[in-house]
């Protein structure tokens, strides 16, 4: 199924909120590099805020190849795998003024929602995408509240 703005399942998702039961979702964000190639980084729940269908704002870490490549290019793609679909979500990049008395300086964007691609096989049922296990949980998620907290600004 393809479309343009993201379902309430997802808005849920990245609200922002519950960090502590989204902890271990973890979703490639792949961007073009310099040489035309895919680039992954991965990014959490902690790093990634829909505004609303169409809108999502992302932290990143400042002077990655990631952050490069969407202030050259724009353009991305956030994929992950939630409640049995895989997701596809092609984003238009904007970058955010930086935040002088941020807790945690990172290099901000709001993207556009271009097309959402959800994909499912009749024949198997996807059970996950890619986890993580935090090895300071309580640190890592305070960290991701601020930085949400920083996004929505």
């Known amino acids: 199924m393809e479309h343009t703005t993201l379902t309430p399942s997802l808005m849920q998702l990245l609200n922002g909120q519950e ?12 961007t073009i590099g ?12 902690g790093e990634v805020l829909m505004l609303d269908e169409q809108h999502v704002r ?22 992950f795998v939630w409640e049995g679909v895989s997701y596809a979500l092609r984003l ?9 008395d941020a807790v945690y300086p990172r290099a901000r964007f709001e993207a556009v929602v271009e097309h959402v691609r959800e994909d499912t096989a009749k024949y198997a049922e996807l059970t996950s995408g890619i986890t993580i296990r935090l090895l300071q949980p309580d640190d890592v998620i305070s960290r991701w ?9």
């Open 145 to 153: 509240e601020e930085t949400l907290a920083e996004l929505r600004r």
């Open 34 to 45: 310099e040489d035309g190639y895919p680039h992954q980084a991965m990014v959490s729940a």
């Open 19 to 30: 960090l502590h039961s989204k902890q271990h979702l973890a979703m490639p964000l792949l």
């Open 58 to 79: 992302l932290a990143l870490w400042q002077g990655t190849t990631t952050t490069g490549n969407l202030l050259r290019s724009g353009k991305g793609m956030l994929t």
């Open 92 to 100: 238009s990049c904007t970058p955010l003024p930086e935040l002088t």
